[in-house]
């Protein structure tokens, strides 16, 4: 359990710095650029446990799962990811790394309507805590410099849509484990996104070469060793304790936004950060019991 905690801890800090590094690096590159670029190399990195899961489990994958894997991946990566990246652009960092923290909450939403995981008294007041903490965040009465509407719009879309895609692959983690499906989603969606860049024009690997450290951080570190730490806690526990990683980031990057952009936080930012993170504990707390 000792080694569980550690790999939530590094998660956390990984995917913590993951707004700031992205608005630093966001400056030079493309959004859907960066966005491939990241998800391609962070799928590659997973490929290795990947293969040994499947080898493991003596699963053969069929065309039928690379479809469903891609449409997992399109919600993952050209919708939610690049809704980020977009978001993260248009944002504080520390008010874009909160409101990414809430996709539990609509996961909660697309799991009562598309599946038999029906919502309670109990997840309606966690949804309630966390409505009221984006509110506060967000502070729509007089938006803070830095934030934009679009800029909330966007983000309220990636925790939407990454909400969606841990729904969506609730089924085929089952059946063909999580590193596997990860992995794969990453790919397939990223192919997807590469397509997308082409018809449009947009830049492959312009600009890579000037900004490489920070493109291999994103990549390797914060996208390829962030969620394999993630699943390796969960995999060494359960998934609540690897939530926890979720519970930690929204402390973390805020204080990552101050020290390295010189970023200001404001009275409403604390009060939306602690509703937030109660709606995560309260989550956390409720998923352990219902598992006990």
């Not at 053969?60 to 652009?89: H, N, Y």
């Not at 999580?178 to 990453?186: E, G, L, N, V, Y």
């Amino acid at each position: 359990m000792r080694k569980a905690y550690i790999f939530v801890v590094l998660t956390a800090f990984l995917f913590g710095t993951m707004e700031v590094a992205l608005k630093t690096i966001g400056n030079h590159l493309d959004p859907l650029q960066l966005t491939f670029l990241r998800f391609a190399i962070g799928g590659l990195l997973l490929l290795p446990p990947a293969v040994i899961e499947l080898k493991k489990n003596e699963i053969k994958l069929k065309a039928r799962d690379f479809l469903e894997l891609g449409g997992i991946g399109i919600l993952g990566i050209p919708l939610s990811m690049l809704f980020f990246q977009l978001g993260v652009m248009s944002s504080n960092a520390a008010t874009a790394s909160v409101l990414i923290s809430v996709s539990p909450f609509f996961t909660m939403v697309f799991a009562h309507i598309f599946t038999d995981e029906k919502l309670n008294k109990n997840k309606i007041m966690v949804l309630a805590i966390g409505l009221l903490g984006i509110v506060f965040m967000i502070r729509p009465w007089n938006l803070q410099d830095g934030n934009t509407v679009i800029g909330t719009v966007y983000m309220i879309l990636a925790a939407l849509f990454f909400g969606l895609y841990t729904v969506a692959g609730k089924v085929s983690v089952q059946k063909i484990g999580i590193m596997a499906q990860t992995s794969i989603s990453f790919f397939l969606g990223s192919l997807v996104l590469l397509v997308i860049m082409l018809i449009m024009g947009r830049p492959i690997i312009a600009g890579v070469a000037d900004n490489l450290a920070l493109v291999l951080y994103v990549g390797i570190f914060v996208t390829g060793v962030g969620y394999f730490s993630y699943f390796m806690a969960i995999k060494l526990s359960d998934a609540s304790t690897g939530s926890l990683a979720f519970f930690i980031k929204p402390a973390i990057a805020p204080v990552m936004a101050v020290v390295i952009l010189g970023e200001t936080i404001l009275w409403n930012t604390y009060i939306g950060i602690g509703l937030i993170l109660l709606a995560s504990y309260m989550n956390i707390r409720y998923q352990r019991e219902k598992n006990e």
